[in-house]
């Protein structure tokens, strides 16, 4: 039996946890109308929702030539037909689905690895700066983090299904999800074929898993037909720039840094506010990164040291993802202003 982390007879763990919880939702909606200054990506849909409602014309690209996010167009257009105009609206989808994320955490993290790992992980997300600032934003990435974070809990738990349909649902809001898959892959296929692929698997299952896997093949499939160009695989320079980050490993250091950076919200800070001081990041990316590294490193070594399979695939997979993403955006996807491309390792 797990021990209790929050004991009845000294309630103040507890309350220390609470405050901490309530501090968090407070930083995500606090002031949500006006800070930070809205910017013309989050503008243009509710300009675009605006023009629907009165029957005009209607754009279904982003600037840069995304389809629309269904799970951010619809609440947004929900929303301002049934108040005022405000920059609230606009910012509103991505405060629900972080606060989706934070409220599903918990329960989803310790039915698969227990009270301690739900609690590290709740407190992780609530106090991640860059998931803070991104419930303030008015960008489809806000809801990558937790469509991803849906999607690896599935995988962990082997559901073919249910995986494949939150990925597609991660890769409908935004493309760069796209890198999660390999993750995804090695927990559902870490013992060889998941039971719904089994041949002896009940007709009435593999009918509702063919359905399924074919919906979200289905939406995968729209989804990548509907990208702008820009957002495919490339051309000849962009492989071969990818070749020379291999074997670069300079940029694979300026990397490793920038995904601390990523998560402490340095990242996040220089783009809405400017660069902070050299002094200042330092401090940051050793007060945070040094424990990352070890937490990777004792994970990794517990792992090989257990032979457990599912910790094996979990390490391996987000390497494998990490290198993906890697070798195709470079330091593109976790710079200021571009990291909405890196939402996903967020979760």
Not at 111 to 119: I, S
Not at 192 to 217: C, E, F, K, N, Q
Not at 230 to 249: H, I, M, P, S, V
Request: net charge positive; glycine share 8%; with cysteine.
């Amino acid at each position: 039996m797990e021990k209790n982390l929050f004991p009845k007879k000294n309630p103040l763990p507890a309350i220390a946890f609470g405050v901490f919880l309530g501090l968090a939702v407070l930083l995500r909606v606090i002031w949500l109308d006006r800070i930070p200054g809205v910017n013309g990506d989050e503008a243009f849909w509710g300009f675009q929702v605006s023009r629907l409602l009165r029957g005009e014309p209607f754009i279904a690209r982003s600037l840069t030539g995304n389809p629309l996010n269904p799970f951010f167009v619809l609440p947004t257009l929900l929303l301002t037909a049934l108040f005022q105009p405000s920059f609230w609206i606009l910012r509103a989808p991505a405060l629900m689905a972080q606060l989706g994320l934070l409220a599903a955490a918990y329960p989803m993290v310790r039915h698969r690895w227990g009270k301690l790992a739900a609690t590290l992980t709740l407190i992780g997300l609530a106090a991640s700066p860059t998931l803070i600032g991104y419930s303030r934003f008015g960008w489809d990435p806000a809801q990558s983090a937790p469509a991803c974070f849906v999607a690896l809990c599935l995988a962990f738990d082997r559901r073919v299904v249910g995986t494949a349909l939150a990925f597609a649902a991660a890769f409908w809001i935004h493309p760069t999800n796209v890198f999660v898959a390999p993750l995804l892959l090695a927990l559902l296929f870490r013992n060889g074929l998941p039971d719904t692929l089994r041949p002896s698997v009940d007709p009435r299952a593999r009918r509702l898993w063919i359905t399924g896997a074919l919906t979200a093949a289905l939406l995968f499939g729209l989804r990548s037909r509907l990208l702008a160009p820009a957002a495919t695989l490339g051309g000849a320079a962009e492989w071969q720039a990818a070749l020379q980050r291999l074997t670069d490993g300079h940029q694979w250091a300026r990397f490793a840094t920038a995904l601390i950076e990523l998560w402490n919200g340095v990242t996040f800070f220089d783009y809405v506010a400017g660069p902070a001081p050299a002094d200042f990041v330092a401090l940051a990316d050793v007060i945070l990164g040094l424990p990352v590294a070890l937490a990777l490193g004792l994970g990794l070594w517990l792992a090989l040291r257990q032979r457990d399979r599912a910790q094996m695939a979990l390490l391996g997979g987000l390497l494998a993802s990490l290198g993906v993403f890697y070798l195709r955006t470079g330091l593109l996807g976790v710079s200021p202003h571009t990291e909405r491309y890196g939402q996903w390792l967020l979760a």
